[in-house]
């Protein structure tokens, strides 16, 4: 039977979890990982194979790797640190601002993900964890930083 080498086009199915084993991702349709009920099509839920490239880290570079080798059928558990997916959190990413500097039609709420824009243009996501009368608290760490990832992979077919 075929084995996949770096270069080869595959598809593949996995499910990524966090390490309390809560589900981030996966193309399988049995596993939900929608939790509004309008979900829709933006909701980054894809179910059904992923295809890729393997070598050209079209995804993470730990998980391209581990296919090296499978054949159609084969499942692998890849164990990723966060320093090789989201990173490590970063508390210096946690800044406030006062409100008298932000646009007078931005009403921030806890939970908001927002795109800020420097005076040089640069642009910064962020998520809002703190509203006071004066100020407002921002986290620019990835939502996923600091977490180690679990990705179950079962190559599918080499294409």
Do not use: W
Not at 93 to 118: C, H, N, Q, R, S
Request: hydrophobic content about 35%; overall charge negative.
């Amino acid at each position: 039977m075929a084995q996949a080498k770096k270069g080869d086009k595959v598809r593949i199915n996995f499910t990524g979890k966090l390490e309390d084993g809560s589900i981030i991702e996966t193309t399988l349709e049995a596993q939900d990982c929608c939790t509004d009920d309008d979900c829709g099509d933006d909701c980054g839920c894809e179910y059904g194979p992923m295809e890729l490239t393997i070598g050209e880290e079209d995804f993470f570079p730990m998980v391209e790797e581990a296919l090296i080798g499978m054949a159609p059928g084969e499942t692998k558990t890849v164990t990723i640190p966060a320093a090789e997916a989201f990173g490590e959190y970063d508390a210096e990413a946690v800044f406030t601002i006062e409100k008298e500097l932000l646009p007078e039609d931005l009403t921030p709420e806890v939970g908001d993900d927002l795109v800020l824009t420097g005076e040089d243009g640069e642009e910064l996501e962020v998520t809002v964890v703190e509203v006071g009368d004066t100020a407002v608290t921002f986290d620019a760490n990835h939502p996923l930083a600091g977490e180690d990832l679990t990705y179950e992979v079962e190559l599918v077919e080499i294409l």
